[in-house]
């Protein structure tokens, strides 16, 4: 079974939303459903209603973010012309 490595994005998103650790593993590694994004970027969903976002290498899985569903994710939204920037 491939390391599964956070992303400084993801650490904080998964602390921040209160994702447990068996919630994390179970959308990347027993996904309900996967959709593949653009490139090699994956979306993995869980039975449980968690979603992860991944990008698959060699030897790793790089969370890039996760969420439950039904939240905004903050990965998706641009920060082009936010204010007070």
Not at 36 to 57: C, D, L, N, Q, W
Not at 72 to 79: G, L, Q, V
Request: net charge positive; proline share 4%.
């Amino acid at each position: 079974m491939a390391e599964l490595v956070k992303t400084r994005h993801a650490r904080l998103a998964v602390e921040r939303r209160g994702i447990g650790r068996t919630e994390l593993r179970a959308a990347v590694f027993y996904p309900d459903t996967v959709e593949k994004g653009k490139g090699y970027k994956m979306e993995k969903r869980s039975a449980a209603g968690v979603v992860a976002i991944i990008y698959p290498t060699r030897r790793k899985l790089l969370l890039i973010t996760a969420y439950r569903e039904g939240e905004k994710d903050c990965a998706e939204r641009s920060t082009k012309g936010a204010p007070g920037g």
